[in-house]
Nanobody
């Protein structure tokens, strides 16, 4: 059984930081590209960041580039999202996802998903 479990969400003031973690099990983590997505109330799920299986290649949405950093530890089967300089527009449920194919920003192309962790940024 494949499990992805996010943690690290919470309430933070604008300008603050949070670090999300996504612990995985049941899959060969080092063979999966990992992504972070988010979904705000009333909006579609949107791409945030993704990382190659090796960790050497990363991509970001324009809205988070320069503020967020995705990383992974293949020894711990875990992917991270360091979020700095948060704004209220970053408020959403954040999901991690795993994809066995080529890298993608499209949510429907990911194979496995976590349950999400809420991030709320107050102004």
């Amino acid at each position: 059984q494949v499990l992805l479990v996010e943690s690290g969400g919470g309430l933070v003031q604008a300008g603050g930081s949070l670090r999300l973690s996504c612990a995985t099990s049941g899959l060969t983590f080092s063979r999966y590209r990992m992504g972070w997505f988010r979904q705000a109330p009333g909006k579609e799920r949107e791409f945030v960041a993704r990382i190659h299986w090796s960790g050497g290649i990363t991509y970001y949405s324009d809205s988070v580039k320069g503020r967020f950093t995705i990383s992974r530890d293949n020894a711990k089967n875990t992917v991270y999202l360091q979020m700095n300089t948060l704004t209220p527009e970053d408020t959403a449920v954040y999901y991690c996802a795993a994809r066995s194919g080529l890298g993608s920003n499209v949510a429907s192309q990911y194979d496995y998903w976590g349950q999400g962790t809420q991030v709320t940024v107050s102004s």
